[in-house]
């Protein structure tokens, strides 16, 4: 998929993973999956949180890679860790036992209510569903974790109206779900996208958009949003990259299928 360009050169992509390494800066633990989530985790421990232990779902805790990581299966996790744990007790004590302060998740489709589909979407009249990855780890992370940021690209098919199939649950139908389930975390706090950030109201649990990025508009985002998008009274500006930022982002992707050295 080819990357939305943003105003200054800056793609949308690139506005994910700093919004979302921004977002960890008081974060202690969080949970890593690969991709953009991995990308905005090892930023995010380069320049606004040194401290931040990254736990990966193969078992390795506290990993300080040098390189982006290909899969959570990479070597370089396993030699960067500080310990590696197996996968039952690292769902079983450390995600299930509320351990992590911060989870990340992607996601193929996602409602008003954060709610994620990664299993199944409708490919048209007379076609049978096309099915996706599933759910991995999702739904744990979801319900364990202290909070969630979710990232993705925002686009009328990726943020709809009604799920076809609900995979991992985020504020489920609105306030009061989580708790009458028994989930443990807070649930997704944040979605960052290409786009801006949205965030859920603290009455109606209801996505609300309370910040684009440089060179959108609301317009475009509404016109992205496949639901009638509420907005936040004031809609603010995320501030763009900074230098040190966009340095390190180059230093982390262009590192990406080399060989790195450990980093202390």
């Given at each position: 998929?080819?990357?939305?360009?943003?105003?200054?050169?800056?793609?949308?992509?690139?506005?994910?993973?700093?919004?979302?390494?921004?977002?960890?800066?008081?974060a202690r633990t969080?949970?890593?999956?690969i991709g953009l989530p991995s990308t905005a985790a090892n930023l995010a421990r380069r320049v606004h949180n040194p401290g931040l232990v990254l736990v990966y779902e193969s078992g390795a805790i506290g990993a300080k890679p040098s390189r982006l990581p290909l899969s959570i299966g990479d070597g370089e996790l396993a030699d960067t860790a500080d310990t590696l744990v197996p996968v039952a007790e690292m769902f079983n004590y450390w995600l299930q036992g509320?351990?992590?302060d911060v989870g990340f998740l992607g996601a193929a489709q996602l409602d008003r209510y954060a709610n994620i589909n990664t299993?199944?979407?409708?490919?048209?009249?007379?076609?049978?569903?096309?099915?996706l990855p599933g759910a991995g780890g999702a739904p744990e992370i979801a319900a364990h974790c202290g909070e969630v940021l979710i990232l993705l690209r925002h686009t009328p098919r990726a943020?709809?109206?009604?799920?076809?199939?609900?995979?991992?649950?985020g504020h489920g139908c609105g306030p009061g779900d989580r708790a009458r389930y028994g989930l443990r975390g807070r649930g997704p706090v944040a979605v960052i996208t290409d786009?801006?950030?949205?965030?859920?109201?603290?009455?109606?649990?209801?996505?609300?958009?309370?910040?684009?990025?440089p060179g959108v508009t609301v317009e475009q985002v509404r016109q992205a949003t496949g639901w009638r998008l509420r907005t936040a009274d004031r809609v603010g500006v995320t501030p763009p990259p900074s230098e040190r930022e966009l340095k390190e982002l180059h230093a982390l992707k262009t590192a990406e299928n080399r060989p790195g050295k450990r980093q202390g």
């Open positions: 998929m080819s990357e939305r360009p943003g105003r200054g050169g800056v793609g949308g992509d690139v506005l994910m993973e700093v919004g979302a390494a921004r977002a960890l800066a008081g969080c949970f890593v999956g509320g351990r992590i299993t199944e979407v409708d490919r048209g009249s007379g076609r049978p569903p096309g099915r943020l709809v109206e009604r799920l076809g199939f609900v995979t991992t649950l786009l801006g950030i949205l965030r859920p109201d603290p009455e109606s649990a209801e996505l609300v958009l309370t910040e684009v990025h």
